[in-house]
């Protein structure tokens, strides 16, 4: 059992979402997907602290060796990925019971779980996995049940929203792709660790630059760094809540996975940055995503939309730290994938809270709701202290030793664009509590509390974010190792 | 000579630009769609003239012939894959038309903006 | 319809040999080119033609869109099942050997079972993504 846990943590839960379907029932089905969580948490959580005390694991399927097999690999780097996914699943389903009911159709809630398990499958697969093509069909199995989930939203704008992003998302899949077979062209090899011991030797070659700037176009689609970002914010807005809480906590952070993955695994971080610069590419995009992105935050009407627009600019931070191409840098990006997990899920949870409630996201319907619905607010207010950094949250975490990796380098630019992110986080936070608190609720039937099974979750994840933010010494530990790992510069 | 001796990826390159355009210029929903499986196509015929080997027959073992040439079958495996993907993509993206016909009586692409900036 | 003789009585004639091909291309699948996939899409192929000739209701009548998706989930339990037997069994997920005593017996048992959940899988698949598009009143 111990030994086959990197496989289990990925088949337990493929094995649940045909299981969610047959059983038919809602409540059934919710709690096979609530199963199916809990199990990737646990199975997460005891790979990490496998791997933390005694190196990678490696795994083959089917008894196949590598590289001619498939094989599993679960470092430290993956192992974080998958507690973050696997976490974040086994918050948002208690939170998704009510929420679903509520804004979902009954015959469809045994689909909606079923995509929605299977949509972590996936994105669990392309942590756990060491195969690069492997990589491309889990990205495919989460990308097509996220489509799937976010048309399931109540205005018919999901359904745009969801072409929207297919169309995108299918191009950066293919582009993976064509990145991919033409790696396998030079060197005739999918496994990642081999693909890393024979690409110096064809790193001249043509192929393999355009191989990377595929791979490189592919990946940013995926994470929606500025500017390929047009499919987030529509698909974020419109999708059902807890399909909101969950894609935007995960799938973006699974993109910025894959980045690491490929430019410093495969790839390796000498010809990533010193043969082709990818960093003059993803700093100067990452600093635009950062001012830009806040900046419209601020003009957004919608909350959920105002979120999705700051998530662009936190991955924004993330692919900055990632840009410098130092350990603290590598680490702050490492360390924010976890940070931004948590604060954009409690704060995307608090307004599923709200729209099940008002029945609407629209910053204007909020007025008032720090009285009517003092929790909720709570949890946002937490939430979007730690968005903008506040010391004792987990984004004042990030954010220190983002500033940290650029101070190291001399940046002083780029610490203060991270300051001025702030401030502009700031601006929209405030643009919300300010209609929450200081304005007097619309007369007519008072909104009540939100229930507390929606409460609890959310509140779970308020706390995550103070409890990592005061206590961060085995977060950055972990990221730190991750980096270091990725660096190749020992343990 | 050379440049002809190259023919399957000039293919896969015009293949790959039309589907693109198609893709980017065209306002129908089904028809960048259409544009979508184009583009992924030239992906298949990419990967499928990577494994090919001149004179190599399918990878099957047959009996008294040995010092046969195989044409590498990993990539047709792969691609038998990205086929797959490809027509879930499909249907997905398909499913959402059909869907968004109903909502917004119209698939093209304009129209249905005019409708959502009227709301 | 009922006037198209020719096509009906097409359609019948052809329809079990589609289906007869279908299993011939899943059972030859470990010696030769076949497998789940071609098959089922075969198999699903037959349906669809019956489908197109006799009409939807009728074809919903032999083989209920319940049934297809039923069958569309349980192909991928055939297949992760099989992966996790082998587990129990001892072996590493999907290791073939550890189904037989002889490794032999094992890869054949094992590539058959995983080709049988594809079947499974990509036959209810293909329908129901049939049904779903041809059972849809336009308004």
């Known amino acids: 059992m111990r030994e086959n846990l990197p496989v289990l943590q990925v088949v337990v839960p493929l094995l649940a979402a045909p299981l969610a379907f047959l059983v038919r029932r809602p409540r059934l089905s919710w ?57 974040i699943a086994a918050v948002v389903l208690p939170f998704a019971r009510a929420s679903v009911e509520r804004e979902i159709e009954r015959d469809r809630i045994p689909l909606f779980y079923t995509a929605l398990i299977l949509c972590m499958t996936g994105l669990l697969g392309i942590a756990a996995t060491g195969d690069v093509f492997n990589v491309f069909v889990f990205l495919e199995i ?22 929207q992003y297919l169309i995108m998302g299918s191009v950066g899949a293919t582009f993976i792709v064509i990145g991919i077979g033409l790696m396998y062209s ?55 809540s807890a399909v909101t809480a969950f894609i935007a906590s995960t799938a973006t952070k699974v993109a910025v996975y894959m980045l ?15 043969v082709m610069h990818l960093d003059r590419i993803l700093m100067p995009l990452a600093l635009v995503a950062i001012v830009a992105m806040s900046l419209v935050a601020i003009n957004q009407e919608n909350g959920k939309r105002l979120l999705a627009y700051s998530s662009v600019a936190q991955i924004g931070y993330m692919v900055l730290g990632i840009s410098l191409a130092s350990v603290l840098g590598v680490a702050a990006g490492v360390l924010h994938l976890f940070n931004h997990a948590l604060m954009k899920g409690s704060l995307f949870m608090a307004m599923g809270c709200v729209m099940y409630r008002v029945g609407s996201c629209r910053v204007e319907a909020m007025a008032g709701l720090g009285k009517t619905m003092p929790f909720t607010m709570a949890a946002f207010v937490v939430g979007g202290l730690s968005l903008i950094g506040v010391p004792l ?3 004042f975490i990030s954010k220190w030793y983002l500033v940290q990796a650029a101070l190291e380098k001399g940046m002083w630019g780029i610490a203060a664009v991270v300051l001025l992110g702030s401030l502009l986080a700031l601006a929209y936070v405030w643009k919300v509590v300010e209609v929450a608190y200081f304005r007097p609720p619309p007369d007519g039937p008072g909104v009540r509390e939100a229930p507390l099974s929606l409460l609890i979750p959310t509140w779970v994840l308020v706390a995550a974010n103070l409890w990592f933010g005061i206590d961060a010494k085995t977060t950055a530990g972990v990221a730190l190792r991750a980096a270091r790992m990725l660096l190749g510069a020992g343990s | 000579m ?44 990419l990967y499928i003239s990577l ?64 409708q959502d900036d009227v709301m | 319809m009922d006037d198209r003789v020719i096509l009906r009585v097409g359609a019948k004639v052809l329809i079990p040999f589609i289906l007869l091909f279908a299993l011939y291309v899943q059972f030859h699948g470990d010696y030769g080119p076949g497998g789940g996939f071609q098959a089922g899409v075969i198999f699903a192929a037959g349906f669809v033609l019956y489908a197109l000739v006799y009409g939807l209701g009728n074809a919903k009548k032999v083989m209920p869109p319940a ?49 049988a959940g594809v079947l499974v899988t990509v036959f209810g698949v293909m329908v129901s993504i049939f049904y779903a598009f041809a059972g849809r009143r336009s308004s």
Not at chain 1, 71 to 82: G, K
């Open chain 1, 31 to 87: 709690l096979v997907a609530l199963g199916a969580a809990f199990w990737a948490f646990f199975a997460a959580l005891s790979l990490l602290t496998g791997v933390l005390a005694s190196g990678a694991i490696g795994y083959e399927i089917g008894g196949w060796e590598p590289p001619w097999g498939i094989e599993y690999r679960i470092d430290e780097l993956s192992a974080w990925v998958l507690v973050i996914v696997s976490g």
């Open chain 1, 142 to 163: 989460s990308s097509l049940s996220a489509y799937g989930l976010i048309a399931m939203g109540q205005n018919r704008r999901a359904l745009t929203s969801s072409y």
């Open chain 1, 186 to 240: 030079m060197t005739g090899t999918l496994n990642m660790a081999d693909l890393a011991e024979r690409l110096p030797a064809v790193a001249a070659s043509r192929t393999i630059p355009v191989a990377f700037a595929f791979l490189a176009v592919g990946v940013s689609l995926k994470l929606a760094l500025f500017p390929l970002h047009l499919w987030l914010p529509n698909a974020y807005t419109y999708a059902p």
């Open chain 1, 260 to 274: 690491l993955r490929f430019f410093f695994t495969v790839f390796g971080a000498a010809f990533s940055f010193e």
């Open chain 1, 393 to 395: 949250t987990v984004g």
């Open chain 2, 2 to 45: 050379r440049l002809l001796g190259y023919f399957n990826y000039w293919i896969v390159v015009a293949l790959m630009m039309i589907g693109f355009y198609t893709m980017i210029s065209r306002g129908n929903l089904v028809k960048k769609l259409v544009g979508l499986s184009v583009f992924q196509t030239s992906v298949m015929i």
């Open chain 2, 51 to 114: 494994g090919k080997i001149f004179g190599g027959t399918a990878p099957i073992l047959l009996e008294g012939e040995e010092h046969v040439v195989y044409t590498n079958p990993i990539p047709s495996v792969l691609i038998l894959t990205a086929i797959v993907v490809g027509v879930a993509t499909l249907a997905v993206g398909l499913a959402l038309v059909v869907r968004i016909h109903e909502a917004y009586g119209t698939i093209e692409e304009d129209e249905i903006h005019v």
């Open chain 3, 67 to 115: 049934v297809v998706h039923v069958c569309s989930a349980l192909g991928v339990m055939i297949f992760a099942g099989t992966g996790v037997v082998t587990m129990l069994l001892g072996g590493g997920f999907l290791d073939y050997n550890a189904l037989a005593h002889d490794p032999h017996h094992g890869q054949h048992w094992g590539i058959f079972s995983v080709e």
